[in-house]
């Protein structure tokens, strides 16, 4: 297990209460106090802090429902909703898809996340 978090390890915002223990973060969260949003949607006004979120929101104006439930006809755009889907009704994964529409029979979504799984108890001595 990754335990706590060093105090001199974590990076502090100037301007409010944030905390990240990584760089990258910080820089992120600095470009919204500043207003500085470098990543822009081709399509529609959008912009955004990162190129991940940037790739998430070009999602939105797909007609592709890349992830699928294998038990019923819940479909998405995005990983984090199917996960969430299946979770709730115990349901499984079907095959996902490229952002084209084609099979991809190699991505497997990990509904539990191999830190972040269903919380062993914990043993009593």
């Known amino acids: 297990s990754r335990g706590h978090i060093k105090p001199e390890r974590l990076l502090t915002c100037p301007k409010c209460p944030f905390v990240t223990e990584y760089k990258h973060h910080l820089e992120y969260h600095l470009r919204n106090h500043f ?9 529609c006004s959008y912009s955004c802090v990162n190129k991940s979120m940037l790739n998430s929101h070009l999602k939105s104006h797909s007609n592709i429902y890349q992830f699928r439930c294998a ?10 909703s199917l996960k969430l889907h299946l979770r709730k009704y115990s349901h499984n994964p079907a095959m996902v898809l490229n952002p084209d529409g084609s099979p991809n029979p190699l991505p497997i979504v990990d509904v539990y996340g191999t830190r972040r799984g269903p919380k062993r108890p914990k043993k009593t001595e």
């Open 35 to 43: 207003g500085s949003k470098p990543f822009k949607c081709d399509k």
């Open 71 to 80: 038990d019923c006809i819940y479909a998405t755009k995005y990983c984090h």
